[in-house]
């Protein structure tokens, strides 16, 4: 009898890894923002299911709920709604299958076959300890990194505005 | 708290610059393209003139946060070209309506670059290098009108977000078998097991890629190509000095343990990076191309010294470095001041140009031949320090084909140099107005050259800094 | 719930983070390139809060990376985004191949 957090594990993978897939091979491009969008919820699931509910919804509201509708939108601000693109090149589609696979099976082996010691007591991610942890001065605050995240923030806001934005004198 | 104002006196002091400038934005009334300029570039001055008062040691935030006088000199060095390049930029930005956003997006860049160098722990390294990037693509589209210059942007930043994903996949592992993010624990934990060389070598594609270190350096040429002149130079020389130096200290002090690993992979890429940057620089007709191809073989220049991995290396190589900064900026420069006024790219275009602008041709030949390491420029001593501290080694065959490529590298630079003073042309470029900041910008590159060639002492404090540290 | 072995989240994120290195390569409209680059970042996320969660518990660096990855990698998509549509305004497409007015 398998454990039943361990079904719902392989059901999530499979979900995310088949999601996934589909997004990089749908030659729609307004169907593949659909599936990365389930292959993100999917990945928010796998984070409730390691009860890391933090980052789960961090998943949801960011990824989900940010980034997808920004891809949907740039979709259509593009014309490509119901466009169709073309399969890849045989050649270049061999070879990124190729390099992908050679990839995974390099990378996926030695993570494997490492021996993991798993340090077994509760993972504490409480919203306070999160907050001491962004904004505190303790001992392993993120502080520092964290204000200039917003300065990040900040200078991609502007670059988004004037890259974007039309001006009144190139309507007229 | 005043120690905290000493260590963080460059960033605080560049923050402080940037908000000054969106200040000075929103309060705008209708000022024009070149009062801004000006306006803005005393603001660098300030900048820099600032950064050179303090020094101070020290770590912050449980090391998260390093500070040295090394340190320190290596911002002033970023900050001054910073300043060049915001001089240079002038003209570009005389008639661009947003050349206030242009500044305020470079400068945070800067500042990305500083806490980069001064990072103690993964987190504060990887924020540091998005914030040099993320913006600089924003800059690389900035010709709004010109899809090239939106394509190089797009190019830009979607290689840059591929190869960070590698850099984090690598730095994933490394937390996963060394349990910390510290650098200092880092380098304590390390030991080579497979998983961590993987690690290891994820880390390196990164690099690689932002270094554009050849095989990932596909998207260097048509970044450069696209973006404009002022953008490209900051590219070429700011960013990559900046990230070589965080490269150096990755390799030297974080993973030390694993020279055994990375000197390999050094003396291939820097083979393959020198050859075909020079095979494809002589290819180029576009003088921005070329540009980029020939900063990919200096890249494998910088390389070779980076292999040494001896006392003086890092010494050695910051001292390249400067004089690189110098050498391209001014040549970037010159290229700029043409393109702004007549739109002229092409090195065909460049026949006859002594006849017509002395000045800016004898600027530009000094800028190459030291580029190129033509005795008795400073370019020259720059790289044979380099080859010298690869030769450490012991590989003499890898430091000839080097040594080789140098004399090849020649070739193609006078090429040009041979453009403006033997040949001519049915359309010559004209007079062309330089504007009293590009002039001061391109005097001090050209004085920069020549100083740092002619007077040892230069040399000297570069290598008493890195000694101590 | 630590019946799920660690090794098995491991191969899931590697699947994940190839699976998009594929999208990336052979993709030749820029925002499916996004799109191949949106799993990549998410595979590595997985991959800290992994790590945390199994091997490290009594710190919580792992998730605090992983939400600075997740600003980032929006800041990044969204400076991206900004440039596809410029990028489309001036030349009506936003494929990575007809960008042909830059050549090797």
Redesign the interface.
Known sequence: MM?P??IA?YAI?AF??VT??M???STR?FR??IY?LF??IG?AG??F????E??AA??II??VG??VV??I???F????GGAS?PF?HLI??N???A???A??AV??TL??AYE??????????SMS??GH??VGTGE?S?VL?FEL?SV??LA??I??IV??MKSRHEEK | MTDFLHLLHHELLLSLVIVCMLILKLADRGRSGSSWSNLLNVLLLINFAGGLLIEAEGSLFDGMFRSNALLHFEKNVLSLGLLLVGLLATPYLRNHKHSAEFHILIASTLLGMFFMLSAGH??LF??GL?LAT??L??LA?FN?????S??????L??SS??SS?FL??G???V??TC???QFEQIALTVSGNPLQLLAFTLVFTGFAFKLSIVPFH?WT??VY??APIPVAAYLSVISKAAVTLVFISVLYSVFGALQATWTPYLLITALLTIITGNLFAMRQDNIKRFLAFSSIAQVGFILTGILGANVDSEGIVLYFLLIYLFSNLAAFGVAGLISAATGKESILDYRGLHASNPRLAWTLTIALFSLAGVPPTAGFFGKLFLLTSGASLGNYLFIGIAALNMVVSMYYYLRIVKAMFMETTAQPIGKIPTGVAPAIALALCIAGILVSGLSGSFYEHIHLLTLSY | ????P???????S???????????????????????????????????????????????????????????????????????????R??HH?D?EQ?D??K?
């Open positions: 454990d957090s361990l594990f993978s995310i890894l996934g897939f997004t990089v091979i491009l593949s923002a990365l292959s993100l990945i796998l984070y299911l390691l009860e890391v933090f980052a961090v998943q960011v990824y940010g980034i920004l891809i939108f740039s979709i601000l593009t014309n490509q693109m890849p270049r589609r070879v990124g299958a390099a992908a696979m990839g995974a990378v996926g993570a494997a993991w010691h798993p340090f077994p007591i509760t993972f504490d991610t300890r999160i942890m962004l392993g993120l990194p995240v990040l923030l991609a806001m670059g988004c890259i974007a | 993964m987190l990887y924020v998005e993320i913006p693509a924003a589209a709004l009108n010109r899809g090239e939106s394509e190089a942007g797009a190019k930043i979607l977000a591929f994903a984090l996949l730095i994933s592992f937390y996963g349990g910390s993010l596909f040429a048509d190509q696209g | 719930m630590t019946a799920i660690l090794t098995h989240i491991l191969v899931l590697t699947l994940l983070f190839f699976i998009g290195v594929f999208g990336f390569l052979t993709r030749r409209n820029l925002i499916a390139m996004l799109m191949g680059l949106e799993l990549m970042l998410n595979s590595v996320n997985i991959n800290f809060i992994a790590f945390n969660k199994y091997l490290y518990p009594e710190q919580i660096e792992g998730l605090g990376f992983t939400i600075f990855i997740v600003a980032i990698a929006a800041a990044e998509a969204a400076v991206a985004i900004a440039i596809i549509i410029n990028l489309f001036t030349t936003i990575a960008a007015s830059l090797y």
